[in-house]
């Protein structure tokens, strides 16, 4: 457990006593038995099976807590517990996967921006006694004088022994000022809310993280106080909470990026451990096998003799796939292929990529302008296996609801087995406004569009570059989707039309 030396002055004795809550015992001092299970979303962060912090489960699969638990490691979540000290049948015991701090948080014992997500290995089985619950919306605001309550498991007061019962105690909002007033430079009025102090109840160690709720809401997590001489009974200075508000877009952010996840469909540190039987990492979900050929401008990308992404042939010498799958060791494009196993000697052409040409902005923008033409080492001999796709008109546009084409090599399921035969899947075009709301800034609707999915079917990781085909057109590049690729969100592709000119020029130099 860490001493925070706060004041120099007047109050050095009690400052340098100062203690983040999040220690190897914690407590709620003057409260009282928390009646089973009335509190669902209650999360007991555990190092070794030894609880150490506070937490509140806000997604079945995230809890948020404070920024100074990440110190303890490795970090289970218990849920639906009461009594931490027994073994429940209510009890769900899950390992923490990552760990996202605020990138502001930098030590732990750091007061400001003391924030953090833990993504669970598991998801947490929803039922009457583990429930997530909802965070403080924009208009939210939490007043002075607001009776609030805090719980938390442990020690009812100093030097006792830990109960293993959840403890919850009543408390006031005390106004900002005078908690700015009282802890000075060390209170930050825009992420922090205080209570009132009382001597004889409140938070102290191990309590870091738990939430303080107000009307039903969580409008803060336990962050610090003042302990004179490690005896919480003496607490002069007001409790102290990060506010929850001030960090809905940085907590709504990494929930979206992490559940339905801002990730490529081609992650470029796992091709260089893609196996040479290919196509290990392609899929399209709920797919089925494509007539033989019958996608003659279908091209498989590879390197080593594996499939990395799909792409399109639109020109003898061209291909047109993502940006993201660009690659510094030697890329071959095969064409007329069934199965990109075999050799098929009889169907397939095998050519070296000469040059790749990657939009000049998705360097700087990542998942945005993900688009990229690759010239081949000589023309394809076009035939009736290997064909080019007439390009849409620029500015041309798909119709909501209008069915669409998607084709690639590969699995069926995210963890399924590779297929080594061309898959297809047909999708329907969701609105643009649909898939802003949900994607919000990672969907910029000009350059890109997108398709309804239900998990069921739908692109995956390694269909990158392969062509949306719309009114036999390839009007999108798979570019990105959530992950796992078996989620109900939407698959987003670059709009092929909007980069006309650009190819155009490409192609021409």
């Given at each position: 457990m860490s001493i925070l030396t706060m004041y120099?002055?007047?109050?050095?004795?009690?400052l340098q006593l100062l203690k983040s809550t999040g220690a190897d015992d914690s407590w709620i001092r003057g409260g009282r038995d928390a009646k089973p299970h009335s509190r669902p979303y209650m999360a007991s962060v555990q190092s070794w099976k030894h609880h150490v912090c506070g937490g509140l489960l806000i997604q079945k699969d995230f809890v948020l807590t404070s920024g100074h638990c990440r110190k303890y490691r490795p970090l289970q979540v218990l849920l639906g517990a009461h009594n931490i000290s027994k073994e429940e049948r209510t009890q769900q015991r899950i390992d923490v996967q990552h760990y996202y701090r605020h990138p502001f948080h930098q030590k732990s014992d750091q007061l400001d921006y003391d924030i953090m997500l833990l993504k669970l290995k598991a998801n947490a089985t929803l039922n009457k006694n583990v429930k997530v619950i909802s965070l403080p919306g924009k208009h939210d605001i939490i007043s002075e004088n607001s009776k609030c309550s805090v719980a938390g498991w442990g020690l009812t007061k100093t030097g006792g022994t830990?109960?293993?019962?959840?403890?919850?105690i009543d408390m006031?909002?005390?106004k900002n000022t005078e908690c700015k007033r009282k802890w000075g430079k060390y209170y930050f009025s825009k992420q922090m809310i205080c209570t009132h102090p009382d001597n004889k109840k409140g938070f102290c160690q191990g309590d870091s993280g738990g939430p303080i709720v107000c009307d039903s809401l969580p409008q803060g997590i336990v962050a610090y106080n003042g302990e004179k001489y490690l005896q919480c009974e003496e607490v002069y200075y007001p409790n102290v909470y990060m506010k929850i508000q001030p960090f809905r877009s940085w907590?709504?952010?990494w929930l979206l990026r992490l559940n339905m996840v801002v990730k490529y469909l081609l992650l470029l540190p796992l091709l260089l451990c893609l196996s040479p039987a290919g196509a290990t990492e392609s899929s399209i979900i709920g797919g089925k096998k494509a007539k033989a050929h019958s996608r003659p401008y279908m091209v498989s990308l590879q390197i080593d003799g594996a499939h990395v992404c799909g792409g399109s042939l639109i020109r003898e010498?061209?291909?047109?796939t993502a940006a993201h799958c660009y690659n510094s060791r030697p890329v071959t494009a095969v064409l007329g292929a069934a199965n990109i196993k075999m050799p098929e000697k009889k169907f397939q052409q095998r050519i070296p990529v000469k040059k790749s040409y990657r939009h000049p902005i998705n360097a700087k923008s990542k998942h945005d302008f993900d688009i990229m033409l690759l010239k081949l080492q000589r023309n394809a001999t076009l035939n009736k296996n290997v064909k080019v796709i007439q390009l849409p008109k620029k500015g041309e546009t798909v119709p909501d609801n209008t069915k669409c084409l998607m084709s690639g090599w590969g699995r069926k399921m995210p963890d399924g087995p590779a297929q080594d035969f061309l898959q297809d899947v047909t999708l329907n075009v969701q609105s643009s406004k649909e898939c802003k709301k949900i994607w919000?800034?990672?969907?910029?609707?000009?350059?890109?569009m997108c398709t309804y999915s239900d998990?069921?079917?739908g692109i995956c990781e390694g269909d990158s570059g392969g062509p949306l085909i719309c009114n036999h057109k390839p009007h999108g590049i798979a570019s990105f989707t959530a992950t796992p690729c078996n989620q109900a969100y939407p698959n987003v592709y670059m709009k092929v039309s909007h980069f006309i000119p650009w190819i155009k020029e490409k192609m021409n130099e």
């Open positions: 120099l002055s007047l109050f050095c004795v009690l830990p109960g293993g019962v959840l403890q919850e006031k909002i005390q907590i709504h952010d010498d061209f291909v047109l919000q800034k990672h969907f910029v609707p000009n350059r890109m998990g069921k079917k």
